[in-house]
DNA sequence: AAAAAAACTTGTATAATACAATTATATACC
DNA sequence: GGTATATAATTGTATTATACAAGTTTTTTT
């Protein structure tokens, strides 16, 4: 029984990331809204942070940071005592852009379970949350 | 509170999602997985059937669905009645590369969730099915 | 029989990613 | 203090997954 468990959350969870990815919700990629989250709720950091914390390939958060800069959403501060270092700050622009993408992703999170009970709710993102430390922590 | 609930939903999906997007787990990409779980799991059929099933572009399909062919895990039959269509069917090879695929991704979310109550395991699947059959139904 | 529709493939573009190479600066060593 | 090495970041190149547009072949409609 337990088996039939795990078969039903690995097929599960595989529909459901084909299914999210690459249906953009609002305005932002999915990695430029988690970027700056991070950045928003941890305080500026730089590449090398960003992408340990995301267990991403430094590059990859390279080009998505400076993606963020041209649009205005976050700025590029030097680092005062290694030339060679940056790290970005969200701007307000950044900040309005973030809480709009999160306004129109809780709405369409919200209109999935709409006939959900508070206690399913609650339940579903709780264990999302566990399932997700769980996995970074065994990465 | 609901707003909260809604709030840890929307993230943690977006952290399942990224995290999850990209990396490998066995032989098969997620995409060719999912293709062959269908075919496997409801019989041979053709592209468009797919594509619809999944809610994916055709062209997409195709070259999932050729890739698949290439690697000797489905067949492509003709239609007997019209001219224009194929159906693909699984393999004895494909059905052993689609087992083996199930078997490293039911091991690799087993020790992610190693810790949890049989119960948990339950719901947390349960949940995310009744999220995707939600999802597809609004879509 | 010609026109329109349908099933599928192929061309082209985009997003997210990794790995390899490169650049510029900092640190270590002698 | 100068050379060698390490580090922070960017840039080049490749892959996977996807969509949309254009093209091919066959079928259906009229």
Redesign the interface.
Known sequence: ???H?????????????????TKKTGNLE??A??LL?QINSHGAAGVKALAAE??LDISTVSRQAAALEQKGYVTRVPDPVDGRAYSFQITDLGIKELLDE?QA??AK?????K??S?E?????????????I???N?R
């Open positions: 029984m337990n088996e468990h795990l078969e039903m959350i690995e097929l599960e969870l595989a529909i459901l990331i084909r299914r999210t990815t999915r990695s809204y988690l989250h995301f267990d999160k992703r809780k999170v919200g209109n999935v379970v006939n959900w508070d399913e709710k609650q339940i579903f993102g709780e264990l999302l949350k566990k399932f997700n769980a996995a970074t065994k």
